[in-house]
Each structure stands twice: as structure tokens, then as C-alpha cells.
Nanobody, 121 residues
């Protein structure tokens, strides 16, 4: 499975961005897909996940970010709004290795390359 993430960039505080992550090599409709981020000097952290008809979010992004999936395109999206400087990070998409798995189990994921998001104040 290969994951290709794109859509990062530079945006002002309060702005919006949409990240996309396209998967190839396997249809991932039965697999969890999600997003993580790693800010400079910090550990990678969970952002959002979608799978099994459910979505979940890290508390700081609830109400501002929306994760969605296009199963026909084997793609997961992260719509980010009301961006804050603390959202600045490299964002990584992930897919669970096991069917019906959760991406929160980081060691059991496929990973895409990161896409950088910078929010200016």
C-alpha cells in the first residue's frame, strides 16, 4: 500500500486548507484511515480518523477539522478550518494494516510522506 499526501501550504491564522491522501495498491474501504501531525520539536500526534462508519478527532481540532473519505477514489481528506499557529506541523496520513483496524495503533499502520502546513500569525 502506498499513500500519497498533498495539499499542505502556508496559510494565515483563521484560514482553511484541505489535505488529501490517495491510496494505491489495495482498496482500503474496510481499513481505518487517518491523519497525524508532528510539530517542530514535538512527538507525532493523532489528529483524526475515519473508518467503520465512524470518525474521531483529537480534542484540539474538534469543530475545526473534518475528516472524510471517498471510497471510490480510495482517498481520505482532512478539511482544516479556523487554523491556528499551533496547527503548524507536518501532517501524515495513515492507513491501518489490518481490516477494521484503527490508525491509533501507530505501529500497525501504513504511512504516507508528510505534507507541511504552516499557519502564520
Amino acid at each position: 500500500v502506498q499513500l500519497q499526501a498533498f495539499g499542505g501550504g502556508l496559510v494565515q491564522t483563521g484560514g482553511s486548507l484541505r489535505l488529501s491522501c490517495a491510496a494505491s495498491g489495495r482498496a482500503l474501504s474496510r481499513y481505518g484511515m487517518g491523519w497525524f501531525r508532528q510539530a517542530p520539536g514535538k512527538e507525532r500526534e493523532f489528529v483524526a480518523e475515519a473508518g467503520g462508519g465512524r470518525t474521531s478527532y483529537e480534542d484540539s481540532v474538534k469543530g475545526r477539522f473534518t475528516i472524510s473519505r471517498d471510497y471510490a477514489k480510495n482517498t481520505v481528506y482532512l478539511q482544516m478550518g479556523s487554523l491556528k499557529p499551533e496547527d503548524t506541523a507536518v501532517y501524515y496520513c495513515a492507513a491501518s494494516i489490518s481490516p477494521f483496524g484503527s490508525t491509533r495503533s501507530e505501529s500497525d499502520n501504513y504511512w504516507g510522506q508528510g505534507t507541511e502546513v504552516t499557519v502564520s500569525s
